[in-house]
């Protein structure tokens, strides 16, 4: 008997514990309801398909109310649940701070300083830790009220886009073979960062550093950019960073933050996910799962696609010389403006890449044939069929 409890103790010891990470995000006033709904369909898809371990468990909760929201920023327990926080999230939106009628500020810095709380925003969440509050009002940059290492140096740059961003070299977040990479993003007004003053960067510990005060505490400040804009904003546009607070001779590290500028939540790509999942977990302070380079993916050519693509070719090509320039210049001309503008572009790009004069109608021309004899193909065989191969013997 003994010895089966003795064993019962040993499998129990011995089996993973399931650990929670859970986030409360804000999702009351200034807050966007997509941007929320699409974060929680990641979290639901991460812990269903992408987890590889008891330890990446994400627990979701979110609230429209000012009061749980700020016991939860002054004691890390939700009072609705009773669950210990580990992420605070605000989403994209618009100055939800405005809605939060206690000092939010001191509020924040005790949830991260204090009890080692971690955060995570995007856009409008951003925008709000790293300070600038009243956004285009009085420029980027302005009114940076949270002590964080950085900055807002631009932002606001149009809604409804698609930016660029480069991954960074030694950031927490991504595996190696992504640095040096561009990925897309959404983009939707969010904030490029740059860092604050007194923020250097530390050759040991391969981040910048900022040591301050904060709340007369002495407190160093790591941060870490994930990645940064090739075009529609100046700066960072995603940033990693930690307090640590000393004690002693020694730097106690407390709450972690990660800011998006651009909307990995909106952004049609199964890698944007992910980083808004690890991005989540690091905050928390969980083991944040690197997922091995991708093998690249072979595509086979089906069968009778090399000679459909010959027959259009050869089609279309034929039209381009046979057909009277009065005709494929009507044909251009009753286009509307925007295709006009791409073919033109077409056009310029094979003039200067290989000094051939293309006319932007012959491309014009070229393409519709194309596109003609592929839909007659299609059309051929929805109407009767395609001919059976021949059984093998």
């Known amino acids: 008997m003994r010895a089966a409890v003795t064993m019962i103790a040993f499998v129990v010891l011995m089996s993973p514990v399931c650990a929670e990470v859970h986030i409360l995000t804000w999702a009351g006033e200034g807050a966007d309801s997509t941007c929320v709904a699409r974060t929680k369909e990641i979290v639901d898809w991460w812990n269903t398909y992408r987890a590889t371990g008891p330890d990446t468990t994400i627990v979701w909760h979110y609230t429209t109310r ?59 969440g951003a925008y709000l830790h790293a300070g600038n509050t009243t956004y285009s009002a009085s420029g980027p940059g302005h009114d940076d009220v949270l002590q964080d290492g950085v900055t807002v140096i631009d932002g606001m740059n149009g809604p409804n886009r698609i930016c660029r961003v480069l991954i960074l070299q030694d950031n927490p977040l991504t595996p190696e ?5 561009v990925f897309t993003s959404k983009y939707w007004n969010g904030p490029g960062f740059g860092p604050e ?7 040991s510990y391969k981040c910048w550093v900022k040591i301050t005060n ?11 950019p994930v990645g940064e804009y090739v075009d529609t904003c100046k700066g960072w546009a995603i940033v990693a960073g930690q307090y640590f607070v000393k004690e002693g001779d020694k730097w106690v590290p407390r709450g972690r933050f990660v800011l998006f500028g651009p909307h990995p939540e909106l952004t049609s790509r199964t890698g944007a996910h992910a980083l808004l999942a690890k991005a989540i977990l690091w905050a928390a302070g969980a083991k944040v799962p690197m997922e091995p380079q991708p093998s690249p993916v072979v595509q086979v050519v089906p069968k009778g696609t090399i000679p459909k693509a010959l027959v259009a070719a050869v089609v279309a090509t034929t039209l381009t010389f046979v057909l009277p320039e009065d005709v494929k210049e009507e044909l251009f001309a009753a286009s509307d403006p925007i295709t006009q503008g791409i073919f033109e572009t077409i056009s310029n790009v094979i003039q200067d890449k290989l000094g051939l ?32 191969a021949p059984a093998s013997a």
């Open 66 to 124: 000012v009061d749980r929201w700020r016991t939860v920023l002054e004691t890390g327990t939700d009072p609705l649940t009773g669950a210990r926080i580990s992420v605070v999230y605000v989403p994209g939106g618009w100055h939800p701070e405005r809605y939060w009628d206690f000092d939010w500020v001191r509020a924040l810095y005790h949830a991260q300083i204090d009890l080692g709380i971690g955060y995570v925003g995007i856009c409008a």
């Open 177 to 181: 073979w992504t640095w040096g990479n």
């Open 357 to 388: 004069e293309v006319p932007p109608e012959d491309i014009l021309t070229a393409t519709v044939a194309t596109v003609v004899v592929y839909a007659l193909e299609a059309l051929i065989e929805w109407l009767f069929g395609t001919a059976p």
């Open 197 to 203: 003053p007194g923020l250097e960067f530390n050759s």
């Open 214 to 224: 904060i709340e007369g505490r002495e407190v160093m400040i790591k941060i870490w």
